[in-house]
């Protein structure tokens, strides 16, 4: 696609249930980057995909989050159990190496 | 040291001024750096590459001293859509064709009429 497609835009989902945020990055782009973001704040580093290189998953904040990537594409971030404090905007940025980043709109996430 | 650090303002300057911010990066491995542009509630949008000495781009020139270790944003001529908050990213190279992609929090500017 011509841009990096982030899906839902908006997320409202009860303390406890289990989220799924998906990334859809620009075609050819071979790296792939979550970040979280609270309201007033900066860009937390979450996961990065590189190609078929095993992923960095040093910025996940807990195991209640994880993050997968099919076929070197569309990227699915999962957290489970959710908690109030995980309410934020969560964005991806796809790269083609060399080149800048990419971000897609975010998607808004509300834990109640 | 944190790995990007920038003041994060806010900067308040007149229309048609001159401003210039300071981003500092710790990792003297990195060889190119962005400036990105956030507005409020959207995504980061990228304004410009600096990936030698320094990039012209009308209004915006961003350069780079790699002895200090820092890259700078001028934008001159203010307009009231520059209000915005400006990241930079000095992305390092971690082996395997993988880059570390860190981001400082951004600093806020508003263009007061």
């Known amino acids: 696609g011509a841009g990096v497609s982030q899906s839902p835009s908006n997320k409202v989902t009860e303390k406890g249930k289990d989220v799924e945020l998906r990334c859809d990055p620009i075609?050819?782009?071979?790296?792939l980057y979550w970040y979280r973001q609270s309201l007033g704040q900066g860009l937390e580093f979450l996961i990065y995909?590189?190609?078929?290189?095993?992923?960095?998953k040093s910025g996940l904040p807990s195991d209640r989050f994880s993050a997968e990537r099919t076929g070197g594409s569309v990227s699915t971030l999962t957290i489970q159990r959710t908690q109030q404090e995980d309410s934020a905007v969560y964005l991806c940025?796809?790269?083609?190496?060399?080149?800048?980043?990419?971000f897609g709109s975010g998607t808004r996430l509300t834990v109640v | 040291r944190k790995e990007v650090e920038q003041d994060p303002g806010p900067f308040n300057v007149p229309e048609g001024a001159t401003v210039a911010f300071n981003c500092t990066y710790s990792?003297?491995?990195?060889?190119?750096f962005f400036w990105y542009r956030q507005d409020c509630r959207k995504e980061p949008k990228l304004l410009m590459s600096?990936?030698?000495s320094g990039n012209e781009d009308g209004r915006f020139t961003a350069q780079l001293n790699r002895a200090s270790q820092y890259i700078s944003l001028l934008i001159r001529d203010s307009k009231l859509s520059d209000s915005a908050t400006y990241l930079c990213?000095?992305?390092?190279?971690?082996?395997?064709?993988?880059?570390?992609?860190?981001f400082g929090k951004g600093t806020k500017l508003s263009v007061i009429p």
């Open positions: 075609s050819g782009h071979t790296a």
């Open positions: 990792n003297s491995a990195s060889q190119s």
């Open positions: 600096v990936y030698s």
């Open positions: 995909f590189q190609g078929n290189s095993a992923p960095d």
């Open positions: 990213v000095a992305p390092a190279y971690s082996g395997a064709g993988s880059y570390q992609l860190t």
């Open positions: 940025a796809s790269n083609l190496q060399g080149r800048g980043y990419t």
